[in-house]
């Protein structure tokens, strides 16, 4: 595609319920971001996707979050057990390379935990 | 109009004037810069970057101001428009892969 794509662009969810958000990077890109988003803050760095690396979840809140990466495309961010303070825009990134190029972004996941 | 140290969140403009955005990075081995530019219920958009190599560069109404020896970024924006209301995020890429983002700055264009 054009861009990063992201899927879907809300999701409300009742506390305690699981929720999977997804992300379609650009074609060919090998490394992949997720970060959060909270109202009015900066970017939260949550994990990361390079080529068949294993991936970085230094940035992953808890054990409530896992994400993975089917064939070096396509990222699936699952949170378990959703809390109110999960509420967040997640935003995912993609990039040519794993350092010194642009990061492209979707235009973002916003979660509302209920 | 010009934001000043690190975390000041709000930058006011008159259109027409030239906006300057700083941003102050932590670490001193980053060697890759980028300003990002968000809009309201949109992702971030690249705007510029600038390796370490280098002190200064330009885009179209934009430049990149890379001061390595107090760690110091900035980003102006000249004859600012409305559409350039937004938060502008600075992000350093850090000695291993990530991008770390600053905390950002929100620039509101006064007609």
């Known amino acids: 595609g054009a861009g990063v794509s992201q899927s879907p662009s809300n999701k409300v969810t009742e506390k305690g319920k699981d929720v999977e958000l997804r992300c379609d990077p650009i074609s060919g890109h090998t490394a992949l971001y997720w970060y959060r988003q909270s109202l009015g803050q900066g970017l939260e760095f949550l994990i990361y996707?390079?080529?068949?690396?294993?991936?970085?979840k230094s940035g992953l809140p808890s054990d409530r979050f896992s994400a993975e990466r089917t064939g070096g495309s396509v990222s699936t961010l699952t949170i378990q057990r959703t809390q109110q303070e999960d509420s967040a825009v997640y935003l995912c990134?993609?990039?040519?390379?794993?350092?010194?190029?642009?990061?492209?972004f979707g235009q973002g996941t916003r979660l509302t935990v209920v | 109009g010009e934001s000043v140290g690190l975390h000041l969140p709000t930058l006011s403009v008159q259109e027409g004037d030239n906006s300057i955005i700083n941003c102050a990075y932590s670490n001193s081995a980053s060697d890759y810069f980028i300003w990002y530019k968000q809009e309201s219920g949109k992702g971030p958009q690249f705007i510029i970057d600038i390796r370490s190599n280098m002190d200064k560069r330009q885009g179209q109404r934009v430049t990149v101001l890379l001061n390595k020896t107090v760690k110091h970024l900035s980003l102006q924006i000249a004859a600012t428009q409305p559409g350039d209301s937004a938060v502008y995020f600075c992000a350093e890429n850090t000695n291993d892969y990530k991008l770390s983002f600053g905390a950002g700055t929100t620039v509101t264009v006064r007609a």
């Open positions: 996707f390079q080529g068949n690396s294993a991936p970085d």
């Open positions: 990134a993609s990039s040519l390379a794993p350092r010194g190029t642009e990061a492209f």
